[in-house]
């Protein structure tokens, strides 16, 4: 998907990861993120969400989610992140990450509100029921506090991704408050959703999903209630691109993640984005047969879009050699990847995939560089199986 646009904008790390590769130094299955780019990301992000008053917290479930790199972005101007999962926030918590954000994508087990309220001390919950924030909130009683929370709203015309159900309906919203205001372990002070942009490939641009409408009414329910909303939370492709679009739709928060690393889908076809692709996939060809190369695998995703690879046994020839994606199924287990086999194939050639990652899903490690763009590459940070 990001295969031409990182020949374009960033080439050395294709290089780069090459040679770490044919060096030795990084084996099959890695991801290899450029931290110099990623660094300047954040801080274009970051600087841009500062021009426009809005506020954001950090997502790196697609790049390994892991401390080393939560602290990189925490230094680079987002001081808080958005964690998919508990299990992500602990991870993130353990290397002195700030907590801004949890409980929107996976909620939290009955059993972990306490773990949650004395130890990942997050900024916000967001919560799907009220059976949730009473749990929440007796937790929090018990410690003596009272936790900030967000609600995830939803109308049936919104869109929602598989497996990603759950929410307070809108038309039952403000019945449902006279309740969640009795809770006095809680505060409410605003409203979430997700996905807010959708990507149109034929206009290459974003547009917003009927959630951003949900919204907005749903702050306006809570305003008339007399609740102070603070939080009008709207993730989904949050960049340099969609902030200003964000603003002007009375959105207070954002959550980037694939802007980070240059790979919202406006990336794959736009060279002037402020954002840099930084992130390719390292294989190598196993074995072959008369047909196709094999590829070490691990780190595949069913909705990466994947076209095209790079091959070959040094940096010069990797990017001067493209093979077509073949076989490839989200099925079945990705043992290995699958090329049309070209005259020039070598077993042990390093294979440069450039795609949208989920990489907390995968069996992938994760090598942080940098100095790729000196040519002169160095491996900082090796994180193994980047789960």
């Not at 294709?14 to 990623?38: C, E, F, W």
């Not at 959630?211 to 702050?219: F, G, H, M, P, V």
């Amino acid at each position: 998907m990001f295969l031409n646009m990182m020949l374009q904008r960033n080439e050395e790390l294709i290089r780069a990861a090459a040679k770490l590769h044919q060096d030795g130094k990084i084996p099959a299955n890695t991801y290899v993120i450029d931290l110099d780019s990623l660094e300047r990301n954040v801080q274009r992000i970051s600087q841009t969400a500062k021009d426009h008053d809005l506020k954001l917290y950090y997502m790196t479930k697609q790049i390994g989610r892991s401390g080393f790199v939560g602290q990189i972005i925490q230094n680079n101007g987002i001081e808080r992140a958005v964690a998919v999962d508990i299990d992500e926030a602990i991870e993130l918590k353990k290397e002195g990450c700030s907590i801004g954000n949890i409980g929107h994508l996976v909620q939290p087990s009955k059993s972990q509100w306490h773990y949650v309220l004395t130890f990942l001390r997050p900024e916000v919950v967001t919560l799907f029921s009220y059976e949730r924030a009473k749990q929440l909130s007796d937790a929090a009683e018990k410690l003596g506090k009272k936790q900030d929370v967000l609600l995830r709203v939803i109308r049936p015309n919104d869109v929602i991704f598989p497996g990603q159900f759950g929410g307070f309906l809108l038309d039952d919203l403000e019945g449902q408050l006279d309740d969640i205001l009795t809770l006095k372990g809680i505060n409410v002070v605003g409203v979430t959703s997700f996905p807010i942009f959708r990507f149109h490939q034929e206009q290459q641009d974003f547009s917003f999903t009927p959630n951003i409408e949900t919204l907005q009414k749903a702050r306006n329910i809570l305003e008339r209630k007399g609740i102070k909303v603070t939080q009008v939370n709207a993730p989904g492709a949050t960049s340099c691109y969609t902030i200003p679009k964000l603003k002007e739709a009375g959105v207070t928060h954002g959550e980037p993640g694939h802007a980070m690393t240059g790979t919202t889908p406006l990336h794959a076809y736009k060279p002037d984005l402020p954002e840099v692709p930084s992130i390719v996939y390292v294989s190598e060809i196993s074995h072959m047969d008369d047909e196709f190369a094999y590829t070490i695998g691990g780190g595949f995703y069913a909705r990466s879009n994947m076209k095209y690879a790079l091959f070959g046994g040094t940096e010069e020839r990797i990017i001067q050699q493209k093979a077509e994606i073949d076989r490839w199924s989200a099925t079945n287990i990705d043992y290995y990847g699958c090329l049309k086999r070209k005259e020039e194939m070598k077993v042990g050639d390093t294979v440069i995939y450039a795609f949208r990652t989920q990489i907390f899903i995968t069996r992938s490690h994760v090598a942080y560089i940098r100095g790729a763009r000196q040519k002169a590459p160095e491996l900082v940070y090796f994180q193994r199986r980047g789960q």
